[in-house]
């Protein structure tokens, strides 16, 4: 089960949440501002894994936007598993999948239970369709115009928190379904 999931800023010292949808709500926050601030955390938090990736690796984006821009083709993202200790982030048996490039992050809020690499291969499909309809990668000030766009694509490929299992029929189905819905959202605006 996906119990939020984060599109955010990548900056370590200015971390953002520019995303967030909520699928499961924990009894132990109980205000919107505790989410808030809780969700403000985890992106800083990835933002710091992230930053340490690339310091590791010696990973520069520049080619990475062009190909991006001019070739349509994702960058590589770097991606990490992080366990959520529960007395820092109030969230018990909790974990953290994370993809980021390009200064842009992606963060799904785990059960502790829940297959990675099942929630790895949902991730992969999810990204790469916001990037298809809302450009999110290329132009985050115009993608966050778009949010219906992005509403609708999360919602469709993690119905109510849940990640679905992408055999290859039900997959193109899916797709398909989530294209055809952001066709007549497109038109009626």
Known sequence: ???????????????????????DRDPDIATREERKDLYQRLSQKVASEYDAVKRYTNRSDAGDFERLRND???????????YLDSSEYLMEDKILLWFAALDCGFVMVLHRTESV??????????????????????????????MERTETVVHHLIPNGVLQLQASALLKETLKELDRKLQRLIKER
């Open 117 to 146: 690499q099942t929630a790895v291969l949902n991730m992969k499909i999810l990204i790469q369709n916001l990037q298809q309809y809302t450009r999110i990668l290329t132009d985050p000030v115009a993608a966050l115009l778009k």
């Open 72 to 82: 349509n083709i994702l960058p590589e993202f770097s991606r990490g598993v992080v």
């Open 1 to 23: 089960m996906v119990l939020a999931f984060l599109i955010s800023t990548m900056q370590q010292e200015s971390a953002t949440p520019i995303y967030s949808a909520t699928f």
